[in-house]
C-alpha cells in the first residue's frame, strides 16, 4: 500500500504550508499528492504550483468537478501539467451533486449520472489517445456539438499537442453501488470519499474482482495524538459539513453512503441539525465510531495497529489527509 498527501481545497485562502507539506511527503517517499475543489479554489492550479517545485511526487486531482468544465477542456488540462510535470499527472474526476451543479455551475445535473459519466471519460480518453478526431454523439457530451441551437459549423478535432501518455491514469470519485461497479469498468482507478476497512459490503459487489492493476484510493484524515476523542473532532465537523451540508435534505450522496454503511439514524439527524442552523450540534452527533472507522487517529500504537486492517483489503494507495508533518513522518515509518 502506497501513501499520498492530500490537501484538498483552500479554505478563506491559499494555504502557506502545502508546498512545504508537499515537499515533506516527497522526501518521505510518498508517492502521490492530490488537491481538490469545491467552490473557490480549483484543482489544477495549486497542483501546476506544487509540480515546479516537486521532482518525483505523482499529482493527482482528488477530484475536479466534471461539471466545472468540458471533457475536451478536462483533457487540456491534464495533458498540460502531464507534460510540465514530466509525466506525473493522475486526473481524479468527480460528479458532485444537484447542489453544486446547479448552485455553482448553473447547470443541470443530468438524469441519468452514469451515462454522464460514461460519456465524459470516453472524451477525456479520447483526447489522450489522438488517434482520431474527437467524435461522440452523447445523451450529455456532443462532439461537435449538433444541438438545435448550434451553427452546424462544429468541426472534429483533435488535440494539437500530442498528449505525452495516451494512457495518463484516470479516477473517479464514486459513492453508490452502481457508480463504483461502472467505475471499476471505465477507469483506472477509485477515489472512495469515506472507507471502513471492515465495511466494503457498503459498496456491493463492485469491489469482488477488480481488473489488474486497479487503484483503489481512500481519503483518510489522520493524526497522532494521545487523546483519541480529541484528535477525532476535525474528522467530526468534516463529517458533519459533507453529511448534513453537501446536498439537500431530499438527495445527499454522502449521508446516503453513511446510512448505506450501518448508520442511518444518525446520518438523518445529523442532516436535521445542520440545515435547521444547528452545524455545532450536527457536528457532536457525528458517531466518534463512524469518525474512527474511516480515520486513523491515535497514539503511534494505535495507528500502527489499525494500518493493518487497511492493508488487508483492496486499498492500493492511502491518501492521507493530514497538516501535520510528524504525522506524516509517523505513517511513512508504519508503511515502510
Known amino acids: 500500500m502506497r501513501l499520498g498527501l492530500a490537501l484538498g481545497y483552500w479554505g478563506r485562502g491559499p494555504s502557506a504550508d502545502h ?11 510518498y508517492h502521490s499528492v ?80 452514469l451515462t454522464a459519466t460514461r460519456e465524459y471519460v470516453d472524451v ?9 478526431p474527437v467524435e461522440l ?21 483533435k488535440p494539437i499537442t500530442h498528449p505525452l501518455r495516451a494512457d495518463l491514469p484516470v479516477l473517479l470519485g464514486a459513492e453508490g453501488p452502481k457508480n463504483v461497479a461502472q467505475t471499476t469498468r471505465i477507469a483506472d482507478g477509485w477515489l472512495p470519499l469515506y472507507w471502513a476497512p471492515n465495511r466494503p459490503q457498503a459498496y456491493g459487489a ?12 481512500p481519503m483518510a484524515r489522520a493524526r497522532v495524538c494521545d487523546d483519541v476523542a480529541e484528535g477525532l473532532l476535525p474528522v467530526k465537523a468534516m463529517l458533519g459539513f459533507y453529511i448534513g451540508g453537501m446536498g ?3 438527495r445527499n450522496f454522502h449521508a446516503d453512503l453513511m446510512a448505506r454503511m450501518g448508520f442511518e439514524e444518525e446520518a438523518r439527524r445529523i442532516q436535521r441539525l445542520f440545515l435547521e442552523g444547528r452545524r455545532e450540534e450536527a457536528v457532536m452527533a457525528v458517531p466518534d465510531a463512524f469518525a474512527d472507522e474511516i480515520s486513523l487517529v491515535g497514539p503511534r500504537e494505535r495507528i500502527a495497529e489499525r494500518l493493518e486492517s487497511w492493508r488487508k483489503g483492496p486499498v492500493t494507495d492511502l491518501l492521507v489527509l493530514s497538516p501535520d508533518p510528524h504525522t506524516l513522518r509517523v505513517l511513512a515509518e508504519l508503511n515502510s
Request: hydrophobic content about 40%.
Open 206 to 217: 463492485a469491489l469482488d474482482d477488480l481488473p489488474a492493476d486497479f487503484l483503489v484510493a
Open 19 to 29: 508546498v512545504p507539506l508537499a515537499q515533506e511527503a516527497e522526501r518521505l517517499g
Open 248 to 250: 439537500h435534505a431530499a
Open 137 to 157: 454523439d452523447g445523451r450529455f457530451h456532443s462532439h461537435p456539438y449538433r444541438g438545435a441551437d448550434g451553427t452546424g459549423l462544429g468541426k472534429a478535432l
Open 34 to 113: 492530490w488537491t481538490a475543489e469545491s467552490w473557490g479554489s480549483d484543482a489544477f492550479t495549486p497542483l501546476t504550483w506544487i509540480a515546479a517545485r516537486t521532482s518525483r511526487i505523482r499529482l493527482g486531482t482528488a477530484v475536479a468537478q466534471m461539471a466545472a468544465r468540458s471533457p475536451t477542456t478536462t483533457a487540456m488540462h491534464a495533458l498540460t501539467l502531464d507534460h510540465l510535470s514530466g509525466g506525473r499527472m493522475m486526473l481524479g474526476l468527480g460528479l458532485s451533486g444537484p447542489q453544486v451543479v446547479e448552485g455553482w455551475y448553473g447547470r443541470p445535473f443530468p438524469t441519468s449520472p
Open 124 to 132: 477525456v480518453r479520447q483526447v489522450l489517445r489522438r488517434d482520431d
